[in-house]
């Protein structure tokens, strides 16, 4: 399948990744800490770990020799997913859990509390379902090129 939706989450939908993720981006890199935050079993997170190394997510780097310990750091590809996660974290304060939540991203500068929205980087514009439309490409199931305006 080429939807890239689907392909993602083949890489990071396993809910446990995403949640690693969000504890990598807020700082977290050992697996005790993920283990302690997350409440996450030794063997999951053992394999989620492997899984998002795997994916190019994170990257492992030995801290201590004896015993051996490896901490776990975000690659340029992993801090990728930021707005994603950010957006499901919006999301969530809004409709899920009425603004409640342990970390809130702030602006460095100023200390005020960001509220992220996804913009087009060409023109600024926040996205959203009344400024701009979806159109089907050749891809396209015929369902939704039959439903869709054309590229």
Known sequence: ??????RTLDTVGEWWSL????????????FD??????????NS??????????????????????????EYRLTAR????QPVVEA??????RHVTRGRGGVRLLDAATGATAD???VDRTTGKPVNTSDFRYVATRSASPVKRGKMPRS
């Open 116 to 118: 992220p929205v996804l």
């Open 88 to 93: 499901l974290a919006g999301w969530g304060r």
């Open 78 to 81: 992993g801090r990728d997913l």
């Open 33 to 42: 800490e993920f283990q302690q935050s997350l409440g996450i079993s030794s």
């Open 19 to 30: 949640l690693i993720v969000r504890d990598a981006l807020h700082g977290l890199s050992r």
């Open 1 to 6: 399948m080429d939807c890239p939706i689907a």
């Open 45 to 70: 997170l053992t394999r989620r770990l492997a899984e998002l190394c795997d994916a190019g997510l994170l990257t492992r780097h030995r801290y201590q020799e004896r015993p051996p310990r490896d």
